[in-house]
């Protein structure tokens, strides 16, 4: 014996269309904000060369990131931005934890969480340092400083980081370790 009539029944199919179209619509722009559009690899390839930057004679602001590093993907549109709007005045170097190459960087600013971002005067001196996931407002008002050889207002603040260790070897003839005693962390 069936209970429901024909205008029910057609209320609950609407119904579950509806309701398939709303989840539809909520996924696809979930799956569109947390695809920025940014590519860090692309912003890197960008990005002044750090020989270059501490030579050049304007001040830098450095980053170190990595790709699988969710606080680097979620500041990468607004540094991008600033970029397009300072990178005239500011060198914008990013450079890679994961590459072996920037090793004696990563242990000298002491990087141990990601984005670590590091800004330099314009004769390449560190000045300031800033840890994890940082507004842009406050970035921005950290490039106008130094773009202008002002003091920095925002510095050695620290926000959402991503851990990382520097794949140092205990072994003090490694050259890696510049002779430091640092080990690795299991």
């Known amino acids: 014996m069936e209970t ?14 509806l309701a398939a179209i709303a989840l539809s619509v909520a996924m696809a722009l979930g799956l ?3 695809n920025t559009g940014v590519s860090l690899n692309e912003m ?7 020989e270059v930057a501490l030579t050049n004679g304007k001040p830098t602001l450095m980053e170190f990131y990595a790709n ?10 607004e540094l991008k931005s600033l970029k397009d709007s300072y990178g005239d005045r500011v060198n914008f170097v990013m450079l890679n934890v994961d590459n ?3 090793l004696p960087e990563i242990l000298h600013y002491r990087v141990d969480g990601i984005p670590h971002f590091v800004y330099m005067d314009q004769k390449g001196n560190a000045i300031a340092q800033a840890i994890g996931e940082q507004p842009k407002s406050i970035v921005e008002d950290n490039l106008i400083a130094l773009s202008t050889g002002s003091n920095l207002p925002h510095a050695q ?6 851990e990382f260790s520097a794949p140092v070897s ?17």
């Open 32 to 34: 569109r904000t947390q």
């Open 44 to 50: 890197s390839a960008a990005s002044t060369p750090l």
């Open 100 to 102: 072996e190459k920037w």
């Open 157 to 162: 603040s620290i926000g959402q980081t991503s």
């Open 170 to 186: 205990a072994n003090p003839g490694d050259p890696r370790g510049h002779g430091s005693q640092v080990v690795e962390k299991s």
């Open 68 to 77: 699988w590093c969710t606080s680097c993907q979620a500041m990468a549109p």
């Open 4 to 17: 429901s009539t024909p205008t029910a029944a057609r209320i609950r199919n609407f119904l579950i269309v």
